[in-house]
């Protein structure tokens, strides 16, 4: 059997016919840059990239994307590779997350359904099914589950300032937020010796320290969750720093884009300048 070939965002998606993921995108003048994917359940984890070669100008990439169907296999897709064990800390490693797909394939062969939370983003933990709240703890952070079915996280920053922010779960994942420092008086002694009275966080298998994760069908950034509002500082408009991420294109953005389009252009038709101007050097000197 041959690969298949997607697209998805400004990548190109190969699925290999033994069911490995790797993906393609633009890079530099007329080059590619390549690496692995990893599924979970409704997750796409895109590796960093390991090499590159020679390929596209930036608008012939991005044409030659158009001729494959949209990837619709998972419904989000998360940039790195950063995922650990909530037990041992340690980094979950390539080999398991190939397991992963096979155990995906596994279970879609027999009719099964890999996660219970496959379907969404949510805030809220159970064990078996019965909702825990509380404070456990989990490396460096805190992490709390509130009554409102709000998952928050906690940790010491500094000489009168700690940060926090909000969670999410996602195929027994919990997704570290982003962080904003609030104000404490608790020294870094008293908050680890505070931290090591808690129990360990056993709600989810793995724990990812930054949340990178996007809708597959509109490229929008999942936000950590419903309160940002609330905690956001005041005078600062909401759309301020988020306009990418809620799928408003800046126009930093913008300019950028725009840029790389005439630098691509710029290479391209002095390529073309140097080789006529060879091509009549040559012929002149014939001539001679």
């Known amino acids: 059997m041959e690969a298949s070939v997607y697209r998805l965002a400004e990548y190109k998606i190969i699925e290999g016919d033994a069911g490995g993921l790797s993906w393609e995108a633009h890079f530099g003048v007329g080059a590619l840059r390549e690496g692995k994917c990893f599924r979970k359940g409704m997750i796409l984890f895109i590796g960093p990239a390991e090499g590159d070669r020679p390929g596209y100008l930036k608008r012939d990439f991005f044409d030659h994307l158009k001729q494959f169907p949209e990837w619709s296999k998972t419904r989000y897709y998360c940039r790195g590779l950063e995922v650990f064990h909530c037990k041992t800390g340690k980094r979950v490693t390539e080999v398991e997350m190939h397991l992963w797909g096979l155990e995906q394939k596994r279970l879609h062969e027999r009719g099964g359904i890999l996660s219970d939370r496959s379907g969404r983003p949510t805030s809220g933990i159970s064990i078996n099914g019965v909702p825990k709240d ?155």
């Open 134 to 288: 509380g404070a456990f703890r989990l490396q460096k952070y805190e992490i709390i589950k509130k009554r409102d079915d709000l998952v928050v996280w906690r940790t010491y920053s500094g000489p009168n300032f700690g940060r926090g922010g909000n969670c999410i779960i996602l195929e027994d994942i919990l997704f570290i937020g982003s962080w904003q420092n609030e104000r404490s008086n608790v020294t870094k002694r008293q908050f680890l010796s505070d931290l090591q009275q808690l129990p360990g966080w056993e709600q989810t298998r793995y724990f990812c320290p930054r949340l990178s994760i996007h809708e597959c069908n509109t490229g929008e950034q999942v936000h950590a969750a419903r309160q940002e509002k609330k905690r956001r500082p005041t005078g600062r408009p909401a759309s301020e720093g988020n306009a990418v991420a809620s799928g408003h294109k800046s126009k930093t953005g913008l300019n950028s884009r725009k840029s790389d389009l005439w630098k691509d252009r710029a290479m391209f038709f002095t390529l073309r300048l140097k080789k006529r101007i060879t091509a009549l050097l040559h012929h002149l000197m014939r001539g001679e």
